[in-house]
C-alpha cells in the first residue's frame, strides 16, 4: 500500500494529537483527584485526594454521597481496621471518599480538629469543597479514620393520621436514622444520639401528580443543620472517643404544617404531638441499643439535642412508664433509657407557654389550643404532651444550654425543667451565653463543657482514666 507523503503527514498529526491529548486528559484527572485544602485546625494546607466509587450512590437531586475521610490524625485510633480496607469499603458502599491526610500534625486533636469540621460543613453547604460542587447536601458526612457508617437504619414506621399532611400520604414511611461507629473498637465506647432538627417528611408532587421520595432522609440537610449552626458537636464526639448517631425528627412533616384530622391547616405549625413523639423517641433508643449490642459499642447513651431537635430528645430523659409509649416501635422489653443529656433551647412544659405572651412563641399560643382545646379545661392533656410530665421520680443528668438574647420563652422553659430536675436531686448543671441567639456551642472551651459532661457519665471510671 503506496501513502502520498501529505496524507501520511496528516495522519501522524492526527495521532501526535490524539495521543498528547489523551495524555492531557489523564494529567488533568490526576491533578483533579489530588490537591491541597487549607485546614483551620493545622493552620496551613494539607493534601486531599479524592476517589469516586465505581458504582456510586447519589441522593434524590443526583449529588454523591460524600465520606470526608480525616486520617493520620494525632489521636488515638479506636477502629481496629486500616484506612487502606476502610477506604475499600466505603467506596464499595457508593461513597465518594474524600481523605484529608493531617500527617500527625500536633494540632490534629480533640476540639481543635471541629474548626476544619465546620469549613468542611459550610463548603460541601456552599458547593465548593476541595473543587467539587455535587456532593451531597443530606447525605455526606465526616469520619475519622477507623469509623464506619450504618445509614438509614429504620427506627419506627411513622403514622400518616397524626399530621394529615400531605393528605396523599396514607402509608406510613420508615423513620431512619444513620450511626456512625468504630470498627471493631477494642473497647466498648458509648454513642450519642440526636434528633435532626431539620425535617424529613413525604411530598405530594403536583406537577407529576405523585408522592416522590424528594425530601426523605433530611435529617442531614447542611444548609438546615451542621452548616446552618456551624455545629460540630456530633461529628467531633468521635475526636472524644464516642460514637454518634442522627435521627429522622420524629414530626415526619413539614415543620409548619400538620394537622389534626378535619382540623384547621397548619393547625401543628412549629411543635409536635405526643405519645407519637415519645413512641418514636423510645423506639429509636431501643434500636440503637440493639446496634451497640451487635457492634462492640457500650449500652451506654447520651442525648443531645438542639431547638425542635431538644424538644424531641427531651422525651428520653424521663422514668416514667407509659404502655402506650413502652410498647410502640422496634424491640420492645430493650431499655429505653439514656444515662445523659445535653439539651439546648427547646419546649418542655407546653402549660407554661402563656407565662409571658408573645415572647417568641406566638405559634404555639394562637394554635395549641386549635388541637388540645383551652388549657383551663384540658390543663392534663396539655400536660402529658411535653417531656416534664414523663420525669416522674427521677431523670438523666442533664445540662442545658442557651443564650439569653435567644426568644425568650426558651429560657422560661429550661429554667422550670431545671428546677423540677433540682427538686428530684437529678445532676443538673447549665451553660449560658457562649455565643448570640439561637445558636449551639462552637468554641473549643465551651464544646469542652459539653464533652466532659458526657465523659463523665458515659464512661466507666476505667475508661475514664
Not at 26 to 41: F, P, V
Not at 163 to 181: A, K, R, V, W
Not at 402 to 428: H, M, S, W
Request: charged letters at 20%.
Amino acid at each position: 500500500m503506496k501513502y502520498s507523503f501529505s496524507s501520511f503527514s496528516i495522519i501522524s498529526i492526527k495521532n501526535l494529537f490524539l495521543t498528547i491529548l489523551l495524555n492531557l486528559i489523564t494529567i488533568i484527572s490526576t491533578n483533579a483527584a489530588t490537591g491541597k485544602w487549607k485546614s483551620l485546625t493545622v493552620g496551613s494546607n494539607i493534601t486531599f485526594k479524592i476517589t469516586e466509587s465505581t458504582n456510586p450512590t447519589k441522593d434524590y437531586n443526583g449529588n454523591y454521597v460524600t465520606v470526608v475521610y480525616l486520617k493520620n490524625l494525632s489521636l488515638k485510633k479506636i477502629g481496629r481496621i486500616s484506612n487502606k480496607k476502610n477506604i475499600q469499603w466505603l467506596l464499595s458502599q457508593g461513597y465518594r471518599v474524600i481523605e484529608l491526610d493531617y500527617k500527625k500534625n500536633k494540632n490534629a486533636i480533640g476540639l481543635k480538629i471541629n474548626e476544619d469540621i465546620i469549613s468542611i460543613n459550610d463548603s460541601i453547604a456552599a458547593a465548593n469543597f476541595c473543587g467539587l460542587k455535587n456532593c451531597s447536601l443530606n447525605k455526606s458526612y465526616i469520619l475519622f479514620e477507623g469509623y464506619r457508617i450504618a445509614r438509614d437504619i429504620t427506627y419506627f414506621i411513622d403514622n400518616p393520621k397524626i399530621y394529615n399532611s400531605p393528605e396523599q400520604y396514607t402509608i406510613g414511611d420508615p423513620l431512619h436514622m444513620d450511626i456512625i461507629y468504630p470498627y471493631n473498637p477494642k473497647n466498648k465506647i458509648p454513642t450519642i444520639l440526636s434528633f435532626s432538627y431539620s425535617n424529613s417528611y413525604a411530598f405530594f408532587d403536583n406537577k407529576k401528580g405523585m408522592l416522590t421520595d424528594a425530601y426523605k432522609d433530611q435529617r442531614l440537610f447542611l444548609p438546615y443543620s451542621f452548616a446552618g449552626f456551624n455545629d460540630s458537636f456530633l461529628e467531633g464526639a468521635a475526636a472524644q472517643g464516642m460514637a454518634w448517631a442522627i435521627a429522622d425528627h420524629p414530626k415526619y412533616c413539614q415543620w409548619g404544617k400538620g394537622k389534626t384530622p378535619n382540623g384547621p391547616n397548619d393547625s401543628f405549625k412549629s411543635f409536635e404531638t405526643n405519645p407519637d413523639t415519645a413512641q418514636k423517641v423510645k423506639s429509636a433508643i431501643r434500636t440503637l441499643r440493639v446496634f451497640a449490642e451487635e457492634n462492640g459499642l457500650s449500652d451506654k447513651i447520651g442525648i443531645f439535642g438542639f431547638s425542635r431537635g431538644s424538644t424531641a430528645g427531651s422525651m428520653a430523659i424521663g422514668d416514667k412508664k407509659i404502655e402506650e409509649i413502652e410498647k410502640a416501635g422496634f424491640h420492645i422489653g430493650v431499655a429505653d433509657d439514656v444515662q445523659a443529656a445535653a439539651l439546648g433551647p427547646g419546649v418542655f412544659d407546653y402549660t407554661l407557654i402563656y407565662n409571658t405572651i408573645d415572647d417568641g412563641d406566638k405559634n404555639l399560643e394562637q394554635r395549641c389550643p386549635w388541637v388540645w382545646g383551652a388549657l383551663e379545661h384540658n390543663r392534663n392533656l396539655w400536660n402529658s404532651m411535653g417531656s416534664s410530665y414523663l420525669v416522674e421520680k427521677t431523670a438523666a443528668p442533664t445540662l442545658f444550654f442557651y443564650n439569653t438574647d435567644d426568644d425568650p420563652y426558651y429560657g422560661d422553659q429550661i429554667n422550670n425543667f431545671k428546677i423540677k430536675l433540682d427538686a428530684l436531686e437529678v445532676p443538673t448543671d447549665t451553660l449560658i451565653n457562649y455565643g448570640k441567639g439561637h445558636a449551639v456551642p462552637q468554641t473549643e472551651t465551651t464544646l469542652n463543657s459539653l464533652y466532659s459532661f458526657f465523659k463523665n457519665y458515659l464512661f466507666t471510671p476505667k475508661l475514664n482514666k
